[in-house]
């Protein structure tokens, strides 16, 4: 029980695929201009984090250690691929939706990341958790920078919510009175998004656990 | 040496194994999907023609009476551009295109063009585009009504340099931060009325005969060939 908490806090917020292992940056800087588009491809990215973690972890003892790589790959796009191609078929206004992101996800490093360093090594329920773990916490910082960057951006919330939950939802869009800052939106305003949200994660566990090291350092250069 | 042979036939087998694998899971999900996925974008494209185009306007097969026409200047592709001919009680009703608008800010923004007989635009929508989110996307219906407010207009009441985003002197407002999106989307409807207007009476007969020809297909191979009507 606890090791499976452990286990889920690693994924989830002290190895934070995006703010701490900084990975996954090419699909998190591009879609975030709206909370609900990193949503989109944060459920996106955790459905095919578990698919292939699952995968990897059962198929792990025919692995060839050299060819380790190729096998992953081989494993994440086609799944991914297969994921897209039923997902066209038999959610198409699911896909509608979600569909741009979908292929973004095989360009995402902490996918790779996973099999290597989890799926590979450990049992299929532990390596489906850590892929729910590591995806939940993907889609965590999705959300959050898409959110950010959506208020001071566009001095909205929640904008195109109805194109996920349904027409009922489009009554939580919120519009704040206040124009917005163009530099939010676009490709810099996701970096600088990015900045401050890793600053504060970084914040919150220094204060959470002071760590030696740090503390060290601090008083040499004292 | 033969345990590094052996290792690497090992490799070579486990790579072999996983992309048979993976080749078969791909084709067995475009084999459950393959259909479904042709059907959705089928009732999608008729959705899609509705909203540019009063389904009381016309009463024939749109799908059947389409041609297709090349005119790189005037419908923004090199490509054939799809045309949907509509006619009711057999008298042409109205005309879709699916134009494309070349200068987007991002590259080609597809447009579908509803225009009816008299050349008043019936309806403008963006089918697909690459624009900035957040900005060049208020084009998208979903986001802005921006794109209605072509509905109603037509080269005989509005003179053809009225049409341009009022940045360049024209009629039609461009939205905060983009002018070269709604630019490329006004000029791209503007050239569709204008190739209409050329090509009206051409369309309407090659639609007539493409519809004709459909429809022969049909009774040939329903009834028996030897037996199909004389022309």
């Known amino acids: 029980m606890n090791g499976a908490g452990t286990h889920f806090a690693d994924g989830f917020w002290r190895n934070n695929a995006a703010f701490v292992q900084l990975l996954g940056l090419c699909p998190l800087?591009?879609?975030?201009?709206?909370?609900?588009?990193?949503?989109?491809?944060?459920?996106?990215?955790?459905?095919?984090?578990?698919?292939?973690?699952?995968?990897?972890?059962?198929?792990?003892?025919?692995?060839?250690?050299?060819?380790?790589?190729?096998?992953?790959?081989?494993?994440?796009?086609?799944?991914?691929?297969?994921?897209?191609?039923?997902?066209?078929?038999?959610?198409?206004?699911l896909y509608r939706v979600l569909g741009l992101f979908i292929p973004l996800i095989i360009t995402n490093c902490a996918i790779l990341a996973q099999a290597e360093?989890?799926?590979?090594?450990?049992?299929?329920?532990?390596?489906?958790?850590?892929?729910?773990?590591?995806?939940?916490?993907?889609?965590?910082?999705?959300?959050?920078?898409?959110g950010l960057r959506e208020i001071v951006g566009s001095g909205t919330l929640f904008s195109g919510m109805e194109f996920l939950l349904g027409e009922a939802a489009r009554d939580v869009y919120l519009d704040l009175p206040y124009d917005g800052m163009l530099a939010a939106i676009l490709p810099p305003g996701a970096f600088f998004?990015?900045?401050?949200?890793?600053?504060?994660r970084n914040y919150l566990a220094d204060r959470k656990k002071p760590d030696p090291a740090r503390r060290e350092a601090a008083a040499i250069r004292q | 040496m033969a345990d590094r042979d052996r290792q690497g036939l090992r490799a070579i087998l486990a790579v072999a194994v996983i992309a048979v694998c993976a080749a078969g899971l791909i084709s067995a999900s475009h084999e459950i999907s393959a259909e479904r996925i042709e059907r959705n974008i089928a009732e999608r494209m008729m959705q899609s023609l509705h909203e540019v185009l009063d389904p009381s306007l016309y009463d024939n097969d749109l799908i059947r009476s389409q041609v297709q026409v090349i005119d790189p200047d005037l419908l923004g592709t090199t490509d054939s551009v799809q045309v949907f001919l509509a006619t009711r009680g057999g008298a042409p009703s109205a005309a879709i295109f699916a134009s494309v608008a070349p200068r987007g800010y991002n590259g080609a923004i597809d447009l579908l063009v509803g225009v009816d007989a008299e050349g008043v635009i019936q309806g403008v929508r963006v089918t697909d585009h690459r624009e900035t989110p957040g900005l060049g996307d208020?084009?998208?219906?979903?986001?802005?009504?921006?794109?209605?407010?072509?509905?109603?207009?037509?080269?005989?009441?509005?003179?053809?340099?009225?049409?341009?985003?009022?940045?360049?002197?024209?009629?039609?407002?461009?939205?905060?931060?983009?002018?070269?999106?709604?630019?490329?989307?006004?000029?791209a409807v503007r050239d569709t009325l204008v190739y209409f207007d050329e090509n009206q009476a051409e369309l309407f007969e090659r639609a007539a005969a493409a519809e004709a020809d459909a429809a022969g297909a049909e009774m040939a191979t329903v009834s028996d060939p030897a037996r199909a009507p004389l022309p």
């Open chain 2, 138 to 187: 208020q084009i998208e219906i979903s986001i802005s009504d921006w794109i209605t407010g072509f509905d109603g207009t037509s080269l005989s009441d509005l003179p053809l340099p009225q049409w341009a985003v009022t940045a360049d002197g024209g009629q039609f407002d461009a939205f905060t931060g983009a002018t070269v999106t709604p630019r490329a989307v006004v000029q």
């Open chain 1, 117 to 146: 360093s989890v799926a590979s090594r450990h049992r299929i329920d532990r390596a489906a958790l850590s892929g729910l773990a590591t995806g939940l916490g993907f889609a965590a910082a999705l959300v959050m920078l898409g």
């Open chain 1, 29 to 93: 800087l591009a879609i975030t201009t709206t909370l609900v588009n990193g949503l989109a491809l944060g459920i996106a990215t955790t459905l095919v984090l578990i698919a292939t973690n699952s995968v990897v972890s059962l198929i792990r003892g025919a692995l060839v250690p050299s060819v380790r790589i190729l096998i992953f790959v081989l494993i994440i796009a086609s799944l991914v691929t297969t994921i897209d191609m039923l997902a066209n078929a038999f959610f198409h206004d």
């Open chain 1, 193 to 200: 998004g990015l900045a401050v949200l890793i600053a504060a």
